[in-house]
């Protein structure tokens, strides 16, 4: 059941006809009131999704477009789920994704990319979530990163809680395909934490668990990057003109 935060706004004043009613709220897709303290700040949308469908409802159209101001979210995953779009998060729009049973996970069912995130503003967080069996897009101008795509100043992504990517792909293309689980471009910040794991990744090229172009990686917290490769540098991790922090 989908949960959102309700923050009570002004009360209007009668007028001489009689009471004004109360207006209508529509929520998405389950109106379920939650304490302000489990749902913050005032106007985050806050639900759990088992499967794609309430993924999706929850999150709405905008999420798998542009992303562009489409507002803050917090949503707790409580099962395997296979996308069927890619998760675009963008400039202004923070989603924040956790598993309260430990069995939260977004895959891109090796057909696509699971999660994008670009733009000043834009910030993605895992907490204890997989993402796995991503795969970039081959022969385009979008290529690195398999499960995740971080790209331009302001945008960010961090791993924390034992978060894992894994799986994940950037197959051979005639372009850049860099970052087989995390690519980090132009500007971007990514935060690995808390235990998180990056492991078992492929990169047709360079950062076979993660590649930094012109951005900032940090690594801390007992996390690992193990058991990736790369065709060309940097099996692990690959930097180029970039801030890389172990």
Request: hydrophobic residues 35%; charged residues 15%; contains cysteine.
């Amino acid at each position: 059941a989908a949960r959102i935060c309700l923050v009570p706004g002004p009360t209007a004043s009668p007028t001489r006809g009689g009471p004004t009613a109360s207006p209508t709220l529509t929520p998405r897709p389950t109106l379920t009131p939650v304490p302000t303290g489990e749902c913050w700040p005032p106007g985050t949308v806050c639900f759990a999704a088992v499967d794609w469908v309430e993924l999706y409802l929850g999150l709405g159209p905008d999420l798998f477009d542009s992303g562009v101001n489409a507002g803050s979210f917090k949503v707790d995953l409580l099962g395997p789920i296979v996308v069927e779009e890619t998760l675009r998060v963008g400039a202004g729009t923070t989603l924040v994704l956790k598993s309260s049973n430990g069995q939260g996970e977004l895959s891109g069912g090796y057909m696509r990319r699971v999660l994008e995130v670009e733009g000043h503003g834009a910030s993605v967080r895992l907490d204890g979530v997989a993402v796995k069996n991503g795969i970039g897009e081959s022969y385009s101008l979008r290529e690195e990163g398999g499960c995740i795509r971080v790209k331009g100043v302001g945008a960010t992504l961090t791993l924390d809680g034992g978060a894992v990517v894994s799986g994940c792909e950037t197959p051979q293309g005639g372009g850049n395909e860099d970052g087989g689980g995390i690519a980090i471009l132009y500007g971007a910040e990514a935060t690995i934490t808390g235990g998180s794991v990056v492991s078992e990744n492929t990169a047709a090229k360079k950062g076979g668990g993660a590649h930094a172009y012109d951005a900032t990686l940090t690594i801390s917290g007992h996390s690992e990057v193990t058991g990736n490769e790369a065709g060309d540098n940097g099996g692990g991790v690959d930097g180029i003109i970039s801030t890389i922090t172990i």
